[in-house]
T-cell receptor, first 112, second 113 residues
Framework: DTEVTQTPKHLVMGMTNKKSLKCEQHMGHRAMYWYKQKAKKPPELMFVYSYEKLSINESVPSRFSPECPNSSLLNLHLHALQPEDSALYLC???????????FGPGTRLTVT | GENVEQHPSTLSVQEGDSAVIKCTYSDSASNYFPWYKQELGKGPQLIIDIRSNVGEKKDQRIAVTLNKTAKHFSLHITETQPEDSAVYFCAARGAAGGFKTIFGAGTRLFVKA
């Protein structure tokens, strides 16, 4: 099973809201990632967790807060977002950091 | 850090023809080069990858070649089918900055029936 699941599929939030994106994998992978993808652009790395520890933060604004409660779950907490944060947020996982990443279907986020 | 350039940005081929997409990378220490296919409304799907100790890898109609000296790698799709229509991204796993994966800008492939 090479499936990464993400919820919700779509999310619309106001600039004062607090929401969370969730990601889950049951492949036993030890690295998990958050990417942001704008329309017609490649995915841009935001965060990498390796063995449940944050290993890479690509200078992401603090209104995005990642959390890795255990090796199967990854959350992205959102607070006080801006309209320009509207994008597809992708979660991925891999056995080793940086190799053979498997992506979820993404959460389409719209900030109003 | 790593930089990946991808060409062409758009490619249109007739069904049954071959398609070739080319990428160059800047970090000579990069050691892993995956290719992803992304269909509309879906996340990227890993279709083939190659490590720096290998020059070529093939999987049915898809092949990837790597030239470490020139720092470029290519995706070859033979006998294209309409279902191959998608956006294809190359990527490189750089050594600088903690082994990040940097993506090329993408190639939109159209296969005409």
């Amino acid at each position: 099973d090479t499936e990464v699941t993400q919820t919700p599929k779509h999310l619309v939030m106001g600039m004062t809201n607090k929401k969370s994106l969730k990601c889950e994998q049951h492949m036993g992978h030890r690295a998990m990632y958050w990417y942001k993808q704008k329309a017609k652009k490649p995915p841009e790395l935001m965060f990498v967790y390796s063995y449940e520890k944050l290993s890479i933060n690509e200078s992401v604004p603090s209104r995005f807060s990642p959390e890795c409660p255990n090796s199967s779950l990854l959350n992205l907490h959102l607070h006080a977002l801006q309209p320009e944060d509207s994008a597809l947020y992708l979660c991925a996982s891999s056995q080793e950091s940086g190799y053979e990443q498997y992506f979820g279907p993404g959460t389409r986020l719209t900030v109003t | 850090g790593e930089n990946v350039e991808q060409h062409p940005s758009t490619l249109s081929v007739q069904e049954g023809d071959s398609a070739v997409i080319k990428c160059t990378y800047s970090d000579s220490a990069s050691n892993y080069f995956p290719w992803y296919k992304q269909e509309l409304g879906k996340g990227p799907q890993l279709i083939i990858d190659i490590r720096s100790n290998v020059g070529e890898k093939k999987d049915q109609r898809i092949a990837v070649t790597l030239n470490k000296t020139a720092k470029h790698f290519s995706l070859h799709i033979t006998e294209t089918q309409p279902e191959d229509s998608a956006v294809y991204f190359c990527a490189a796993r750089g050594a600088a900055g903690g082994f990040k994966t940097i993506f090329g800008a993408g190639t939109r492939l159209f296969v005409k029936a």
